[in-house]
Every structure is written in structure tokens, then in C-alpha cells.
């Protein structure tokens, strides 16, 4: 029954005038969060999107669903996509998760992966970028660029991906400025120009002079122009908001990702993994570094990078002891994947608290 | 020179007359749009319009968008028909989502047969409670009735982020805000074998008829249009304004609450951040399109639902960008309500007025 009119409905989908060639291309969908714009997390993703096409040329064809809310929505539109004879579907935000995995059961020949979630199936991988490597060298730069000694932490939502990046941001501060604190606050959004701005002027009030943030808007970096403070860009190269106070962007860049799976879901060597994706793998980048910085600072970016991009250090190596004294990671043991997915302690020296 | 005047009497004509042209000039609107963008008029206006009800899987979609945005838009109906100026039905499903997602997360190990109308019955509750305040202000206080129930929507959505990333979050989710999955004892039966067409609709439709019934058969009813057409006339009646605000309040809180459980133990089947696309703003726009009359909610919000899926087809089909998409429907949505402006007032010439 329910097949039957599967074939009734794709027929109709058909008739609809939308004339394919013979050599059908392998269509690949995307379903964004947010507007595409131009810039943030759903851009980025947008551009990886447009690299794919680029490098197949007429054997792929992509389609993508923009501003799609998180609620029951999702669910139509990924079967919408998934109907509408897409052999891939990328669904970018954490929300889609379970969406995505009632999808996947019905389309058990659609391939499908889910960004930043943890739930995967027969059909279904999920991916995440290493930020955590970003946000470390992120620290290292604000830690010796801070003249108060205090740096500000932007969040969005207190999920693991963003208080390990925290952690992480804040390890690497105090491996070069020992008297370094740090001050968080939460906006409860991926995107809020309005709540970021406040926020930046909050921190920045309190004696914050280097701002990182986990949110999407240029907001921050604008208002840290304006202050005198300095600020690093998220997700899209973010320096012409900035052009004094920007230190460098983390930039997002998923196309390395989108054309290995396309082209092994074409190949069928497709298995559905838990991929991380990070500065080795070219899905992240230092975009923008501002010439601004003093030699020392440039220097000592480019080293950490290195040290991280070779694989030769990585943030979450033991010993580590969380703000409440407890050993989470014990000496010589380096957090696995999945450890790090499992990521809710804040370490030494945050004086904080993480919302429950 | 031509100036508007009132009718002395709404126009029946142009009440029948006035969507027609506004469609007409939709079309010709969007023609013009999509032949600028190089998009092919007719199929954009197909994909758009008829498209959301070309498979037994979309018009399955079209009633489980078309449940949430009538059952606020029945109660708004109500509320407005009354001079209550409830902005408040967002809220007030939030509201519901939340207290019936805290009620379902008890029997999340269960299959228990209370399970279900139980988690109904704590939406239904927590929705009226939420319309309660404002509504307790207004009598009291005399507070802005519109600004308080805006007000609440916002700590509505707080709570509610509040409980997802807190008390009710899934204890196995990796601190992901998301309650866990509630068990199937809890979830609305799905009405067909295809699709996720529920029992939410049903509802809805069930109180839309009941909300006609009160409004033209009973003597509440006819309190409520007494009371709404001319306030004084009704108190010199001897209405009770104080009764009718309360009935209409309540039961439209009522409606949203349930639209709201309706979604989380519905098409979601857990409680999430984000609950409502807007649903309760919407269903002004559904009250208004449906001439505050529970019948016309019916047929507006079947048209809304149809506009929010032709927009995610017509990404999918054609590749329109959103943003042009958003045009179109809100180019539509205004001729709509333009068009409504010739039944109460039309156009003569001023030489016609001197003869």
C-alpha cells in the first residue's frame, strides 16, 4: 500500500513538466536551518553545496530548502526532497536529527547525513567539524592579546559541541597567559545581532577586551570596532565587519566532506560513519588573519596551528582536571571522537557555572 | 475625480467578490515575478498552489499544518467577535506544548491508557492558564490586553527553552536540548497508513463546528456578538462583560494549548526548542482571512497551509529562493485584506455626487 502510492506520487511528481535528460544526474539535497545570506552556518554549508556542483559538473544536480524550522516541518521537507527523487540529502543542523532518522526508514535506498548529530542508521552518517581546534588557537591569540586579562565567551545553547569549544578556548589562553579568566554569557540563539551585541557590550563592560563567539552574526565584532576591544569572526570570514578588531575568522568549509560522500555513495562504497572534520582535513580554516597583529601574536598563531593541523598536539590531551577538581582526562590518555561528543565539564579556572 | 465612500451596508457582492479579484490580482502579481526571475509562471504558480494537494502525501502534510492554525484561529474567531484582543494564541500553544510535554514524559516507560488523554487534558489546562492571566489582568488591572498576551508569548517561549534544557531534557541525549522520545501510548493515532495526518485535526475541525454552533445557536453566542458589535448595549442588557471575557479567553487558551500538545505528541513526538513555526501569529491572519467566522477559518486555514508547503515545494521543484517565495505569499495575504477594503467602503466619481 504505502509503495503503491509512493509510485503514484512520484509518478504525479513526474508528470509535474520537469523534463529530465536521459543520463539522469545524481541529485543531492539540502535542508538549511537558517536563510543562506551571506555569511554563518547555513552560508557556509551553501557554498560547500555550490563546490560540489562545481566539481561534478552535469553528473550532479543539487536542490536545497532554505529557513526550515526545526518542528515538525523538517520532516516533511526531507521526505518532500527525498520524494522528489534526491539519491543524497544533507540535513545541516542538529534538529533535524530525528526528522532525518524517520525519513531514512521509509527511503531505505536514499542516502542521508545529519551535521552535528549523534543518532545514525543503516542509511544515515552524521558529521561534525573539529571547532574545538579552531577556537583553541582562537584562545592562544586572545590570551596574549588581552590587556585585562579578561576574555568573553559568546554561547549560544549549553550543548557539548559548545562547551568543549569553551574548554578548549580557555586552554588555550591560559597555556600562554597564566592570569587569564574568562566570562561567559548565553544567548539562548545561533543568531541574534540584537542579543549578541548586548552580550559584547555586557562582557566588554565588565573588563572583557578579546571577545570569541559561538553565534552566527557579525554583531560582536562590530561592537568590539566600536569599543576598541577585538574579536574573532565565526563560521564565514567575517574581517570587513572588523577591520581593526578582527584577529582572524574560523572558517567553516564543508565541501571537502560533500564531494568525498558524493562520490562514494556513487561509487557505493558509501558506509554511514561519525565523521570529524577539522584543520587536517581542510574543513576548517584561519581566514583573514589581520596584519594588525603584533609578531609575537602572528607567530605563535601560525605555531599552534601547525602543531595541530600535524596532528602533533591536540587540546584534549591528559592531564585535565574540570572547575570542580574531578580528573576527566587522566594523564596520558587524548579524548577519543566519541568522548568528546559526551564533552559537559568546564575546565580548571572557569569560574563558572554550566547551565542545567 | 473619484473618492471613497462608505456604504451604508457592508457589501454581500463584494464580500463574495473581493477574494476572486484578490486572486486575480495575485496571479497577475506573480506571473510578472516569476517571468522576471526567468521562472516559468504557470508551473511556479502550480507548484505553488495546487502541487501542496497533488499526492495522498501532501494533502496528508496540508491537514497537519491546517490543524494547529485552525484550532488558534477558532478560539482568536471567538475572542475578536468579542473585542478581546488576544495576540496571545503563540503562548499559549507553547504553553500547552509544555505542560502536556511534562505530563507525557511521565509515562515515557509506559503504555498506559491514560497516557494519552492525560497528556491532552494537562495542554488543554496549561493553555487556558496562560490566556488566564492576561485575561485576570485585563479585568482587574485594566491592563493592555494586547500588550500582555505579546508579553507572554515571549516568556512562554523561555520557559519552554528553559524546560528543554533543563528538567525535561532526554537524560540519555548527550545534553542535546531535546526531551526523550515519548512512548507510542502518548503519541495521537495517525488517521492514515501514508502520511502523519493525526487526530489533531480532527480536533480542530470538531471545534470549529462547535464554536459555530455557540456563536449562532446558543445565547452565549449571542452575548458574545452583542457584546463585540456594541459594548454598551450589551451592559444595558444586562450582559456580564466580565463572563464573556473569561468564556472566550479560556477557550480559545484551551484551543491553542491543545494545538500545541497536538504538535509535541503529534508530528514531533517530543518535546523540542522549537515547537511552533508561528502557528499562533498565523492564525490571526487565518481569523481575519476567515471574516472572524469559524467556518471561514476553515477554508483560510486550509489556503495558509497550502502557502506554507507551496514555499518548501516550490525551493525544492523549481529552486525559487525563499525570499521570493515570502513575496509572493505576502503580496497575496495583502490583496487579500486590500481587497476586503470594497465591502465596506466603494469608489464614486465626485461629478456623479454633485448630480
Known amino acids: ?356 | 475625480m473619484i473618492r471613497v465612500q462608505a456604504r451604508t451596508e457592508q457589501s454581500t457582492l463584494m464580500a463574495f467578490a473581493s477574494p476572486v479579484l484578490a486572486i486575480v490580482l495575485t496571479l497577475i502579481f506573480g506571473s510578472i515575478l516569476f517571468s522576471a526571475l526567468d521562472k516559468d509562471p504557470v508551473q511556479a504558480l502550480h507548484v505553488l498552489l495546487i502541487m501542496p494537494l497533488s499526492d495522498a502525501y501532501n494533502i496528508s502534510e496540508m491537514f497537519v499544518k491546517m490543524g494547529p492554525l485552525l484550532l488558534c484561529a477558532v478560539g482568536l474567531s471567538l475572542c475578536y467577535r468579542a473585542n478581546m484582543w488576544n495576540i496571545g494564541a503563540e503562548g499559549q500553544l507553547l504553553a500547552g506544548a509544555l505542560g502536556g510535554s511534562a505530563m507525557a514524559l511521565q509515562f515515557v516507560d509506559s503504555n498506559s491508557v491514560f497516557a494519552l488523554p492525560l497528556t491532552l487534558l494537562a495542554g488543554v489546562v496549561s493553555g487556558m492558564l496562560w490566556a488566564a492571566i492576561p485575561t485576570f489582568l485585563k479585568l482587574n488591572f485594566n491592563s493592555n490586553l494586547i500588550l500582555t498576551t505579546i508579553m507572554l508569548n515571549y516568556i512562554a517561549l523561555y520557559l519552554l527553552i528553559w524546560a528543554v534544557h533543563g528538567p525535561l531534557r532526554d537524560p540519555q541525549g548527550f545534553g542535546f536540548p531535546e526531551s526523550a522520545l515519548f512512548s507510542d501510548a502518548t503519541l495521537l493515532p495517525v488517521l492514515t497508513d501514508q502520511g502523519r495526518v493525526h487526530l489533531g485535526v480532527v480536533f480542530a475541525s470538531v471545534f470549529a463546528l462547535v464554536a459555530w454552533l455557540i456563536l449562532s445557536k446558543t445565547h452565549l453566542g449571542f452575548k458574545i456578538r452583542v457584546y463585540g458589535s456594541d459594548a454598551p448595549a450589551a451592559l444595558y442588557a444586562g450582559f456580564s462583560s466580565k463572563a464573556i471575557s473569561w468564556f472566550v479567553m479560556l477557550f480559545a487558551g484551551g484551543l491553542a494549548g491543545l494545538a500545541g500538545v497536538s504538535e509535541v505528541a503529534g508530528p514531533i513526538g517530543q518535546l523540542t526548542p522549537v515547537v511552533s513555526p508561528g502557528y499562533g501569529y498565523a492564525a490571526i491572519i487565518v481569523a481575519y482571512l476567515g471574516r472572524l467566522h469559524p467556518a471561514g477559518a476553515i477554508v483560510a486555514s486550509i489556503f495558509l497551509a497550502i502557502l506554507y508547503m507551496g514555499g518548501d515545494l516550490a525551493q525544492i521543484e523549481m529552486g525559487i529562493p525563499i525570499a521570493v517565495v515570502g513575496m509572493f505569499q505576502g503580496v497575496l495575504l495583502f490583496f487579500l485584506l486590500a481587497c476586503d477594503f470594497f465591502i465596506r467602503y466603494r469608489l464614486v466619481s465626485t461629478r456623479d455626487q454633485v448630480a
Open chain 1, 1 to 356: 500500500m504505502k509503495l503503491k502510492s509512493l509510485l503514484v506520487g512520484l509518478g504525479l511528481l513526474a508528470g509535474m513538466g520537469t523534463a529530465y535528460a536521459e543520463d539522469d544526474p545524481f541529485k543531492v539535497g539540502f535542508v538549511y536551518v537558517g536563510p543562506v545570506g551571506d555569511l554563518g552556518w547555513s552560508y557556509e554549508h551553501d557554498r560547500g553545496r555550490k563546490e560540489l556542483e562545481e566539481y561534478f559538473g552535469d553528473k550532479v544536480e543539487t536542490t536545497y530548502v532554505e529557513n526550515v524550522p526545526e518542528g515538525a516541518d523538517a520532516e516533511r521537507v526531507i521526505t518532500q526532497l527525498a520524494k522528489a527523487g534526491n539519491d543524497l540529502i544533507f540535513t545541516t543542523s542538529f534538529g533535524f536529527m530525528n526528522p532525518t532518522i524517520k525519513v531514512a526508514k521509509r527511503f531505505p535506498k536514499v542516502t542521508f547525513e545529519h551535521a552535528t548529530g549523534y543518532k545514525r542508521a543503516k542509511n544515515v552518517g552524521t558529521y561534525v567539524l573539529r571547532t574545538y581546534e579552531g577556537r583553541y588557537v582562537s584562545g592562544v591569540a586572545a590570551g596574549m592579546l588581552t590587556e585585562t586579562d579578561t576574555i568573553g565567551y559568546i554561547g549560544s545553547f549549553p550543548i557539548p559541541e559548545v562547551i568543549r569549544d569553551i574548554d578548549s578556548a580557555f586552554m588555550g589562553a591560559k597555556s600562554v597567559n597564566p592570569n587569564v579568566k574568562m566570562k561567559i554569557v548565553w544567548v539562548n540563539s545561533w543568531y541574534d545581532p540584537g542579543k549578541e551585541t548586548d552580550a559584547a557590550n555586557a562582557l566588554m563592560d565588565q573588563g572583557v577586551d578579546v571577545l570569541l563567539q559561538h553565534t552566527d552574526s557579525p554583531a560582536p565584532l562590530i561592537a568590539a570596532e566600536k569599543r576598541g576591544a577585538r574579536a574573532v569572526g565565526q563560521a564565514s570570514d567575517q574581517s570587513q565587519f572588523a577591520p581593526k578588531a578582527h584577529i582572524f575568522s574560523v572558517r567553516d568549509d564543508w565541501a571537502p566532506y560533500y564531494i568525498s560522500v558524493v562520490e562514494a555513495v556513487m561509487n557505493g562504497t558509501y558506509k554511514p560513519s561519525d565523521y570529524w572534520g577539522g584543520f587536517q582535513e581542510d574543513m576548517l580554516s584561519l581566514a583573514s588573519i589581520n596584519d594588525n597583529l603584533p609578531d609575537d601574536v602572528r607567530a605563535k598563531i601560525d605555531e599552534t596551528y601547525e602543531k595541530i593541523n600535524s596532528g602533533e598536539f591536540h587540546p584534549f590531551t591528559g592531564p585535565i582536571t574540570d572547575n570542580k577538581g574531578n580528573v576527566v582526562v587522566p594523564e596520558g590518555h587524548t579524548l577519543t571522537d566519541q568522548e568528546l561528543a559526551q564533552v559537559n565539564w568546564y575546565v580548571e579556572g572557569i569560574t563558572d557555572e554550566i547551565p542545567r
